[in-house]
Nanobody, 127 residues
């Protein structure tokens, strides 16, 4: 099975940028569709973004569209989430997740469809 480790979180100010990294080990990440989700204290887990196995198809949650960009480098077994123009409401623990048995072009928005999860990285945006 694949293991996922997120990194790149931290404490930033409103308007700053961060790049989150999801590094996979144990299996080749190119076999998985990958998504990013986040969860703030007292709130449900929220879909952020997802990318297909071949990297050609992506989608975003409404709250992050035009500010966040997901990408992947299958040679490096890594998926990235570039986050720009950060807002206090982006404060959350960010998780990456991987779905096996997805087609090359499948994108998956539903958390329940993912098979593997990382432990998360904290992003805090101060006002």
């Amino acid at each position: 099975q694949v293991q996922l480790v997120e990194s790149g979180g931290g404490l930033v100010q409103t308007g700053d940028s961060l790049r989150l990294v999801c590094l996979a080990s144990g299996r080749t990440l190119s076999n998985y569709a990958v998504g990013w989700f986040r969860q703030a204290p007292g709130k449900e887990r929220e879909f952020v973004s997802t990318i297909s196995r071949n990297g050609d198809h992506t989608t975003y949650g409404d709250s992050v569209k035009a500010r966040f960009t997901i990408s992947r480098d299958n040679d490096k077994n890594t998926v990235y989430l570039q986050m720009n123009s950060l807002k206090p409401e982006d404060t959350a623990v960010y998780y990456c997740a991987a779905k096996l048995r997805a087609s090359q072009i499948t994108i998956v928005r539903t958390a329940a469809e993912y098979d593997y999860w990382g432990r998360g990285t904290q992003v805090t945006v101060s006002s």
